[in-house]
C-alpha cells in the first residue's frame, strides 16, 4: 500500500520548471536554453505551533 503511494508521487517530483524559458521538462537542464530547471511545485505546508 505505501509503494502505491509513492509511485503517485513521484511524478510531481519529476517535473522541472525553467526559470528563463518557462518551459517545463523532466530534465535537471532545460534542453532549450540549457538553463537549470527547479520545481515549479511550492514547499510542502508545515503547520507551526504558535500558541503552546
Not at 24 to 48: A, D, L, N
Amino acid at each position: 500500500m505505501g509503494e502505491e503511494l509513492q509511485e503517485e508521487d513521484g511524478p510531481r517530483e519529476l517535473m522541472r520548471k525553467c526559470p528563463k524559458c518557462q518551459r517545463y521538462t523532466f530534465s535537471e537542464i532545460c534542453p532549450v536554453c540549457g538553463e537549470k530547471t527547479k520545481s515549479p511545485h511550492p514547499p510542502r505546508y508545515v503547520q507551526i505551533r504558535k500558541f503552546c
